[in-house]
């Protein structure tokens, strides 16, 4: 048995064994630096949101983590190369299931699409009112597949941002000056100075109200049984609300303390007697 060993030329194993070392060394040096090199590009991407306060973390993160990832899968293929590991057929087999996750999972990569695209233009932000997908609310926070809205009810509304981003989005805090539009109507026979300088003695008094710009108060139609105002106060968008829903009662009790009538749709009825 020990003729036998010492016959063998272990001299003809050795490259075949520094070539595996040295590859074996390599792959790991190629690993080391593939994973310092990921989380370095994460960390810069994730860092440009820092430098500008217009710049959503969020979207950030998710850029941050999909860098990362695509540059940890050729780190590996290049470690499998190493080890001569046929990689065509691992980057067809990867491109093929991407694929077939992208075709199932195309509703929320849609919501996908949409959620990066509201976190670079940014519409609205979070504590924004907003008027998006049908529903009215406080947006209380936005990922990249929902905004989530919180009503004056207190109601929880989540929309997928498909939807929001498909669609007419109205933004009422994007301005910090808001006017509130309301209208009003008087009666033919009433005096049309007397009623308007009643409804801007009602402006004038609110404390929300602002006066430069000064409040908008004129005819804006005459209809088949009422004189119509346009009547559209200015005030800080945090006080939009109590204007739109407390104005139309105080100016409904000044237009009484005055007799201005405010009318009502009526109709006249006229009733022929044939045999008179």
């Not at 194993?13 to 520094?18: C, E, I, K, M, S």
């Not at 994007?174 to 209208?183: A, K, L, N, S």
């Not at 100016?251 to 007799?259: G, Q, T």
Request: contains cysteine; hydrophobic residues 50%; negative net charge.
């Amino acid at each position: 048995m020990q003729d036998i060993i010492e016959n063998i030329d272990i001299s003809q194993y050795l490259p075949a064994a520094v070539s595996w070392a040295s590859n074996l060394l390599l792959a790991i040096v190629i690993l080391l630096i593939g994973l310092w090199f990921a989380g370095k590009v994460n960390k810069a991407i994730v860092a440009l949101s820092k430098s500008n306060s217009h710049l959503d973390d969020t979207l950030f993160r998710f850029l941050g983590s999909v860098a990362r990832y695509i540059i940890l899968a050729f780190v590996i293929i290049a470690v499998l190369n190493r080890f001569g590991v046929e990689t065509a057929s691992i980057i067809a087999l990867l491109g093929a299931a991407g694929l077939a996750v992208g075709l199932a999972l195309q509703g929320a990569m849609s919501n996908l699409a949409a959620g990066v695209m509201l976190l670079i233009f940014r519409p609205y932000k979070v504590g924004d009112f907003i008027d998006a997908a049908g529903r009215f609310g406080n947006v209380t926070e936005i990922d990249l597949f929902t905004t989530i809205l919180q009503t004056f009810d207190n109601q929880q509304v989540i929309i997928p941002n498909s939807q929001i981003w498909g669609d007419q989005i109205i933004n009422h805090s994007h301005h910090p000056v808001r006017g509130v539009d309301m209208h009003f109507g008087i009666a033919y026979d009433e005096n049309i100075d007397a009623a308007r300088a009643v409804i801007e003695g009602v402006l004038a008094e609110h404390p929300h109200i602002l006066k430069d710009p000064a409040p908008f108060v004129e005819v804006e139609t005459l209809n088949d049984s009422s004189v119509d105002f346009l009547v559209r106060p200015f005030c800080n968008g945090e006080h939009y609300f109590d204007i739109l829903y407390s104005l139309p009662e105080q100016i409904k009790k000044a237009l009484d303390e005055h007799n201005i009538e405010i009318p009502f749709p009526h109709r006249k009825i006229f009733v022929v007697n044939e045999n008179a």
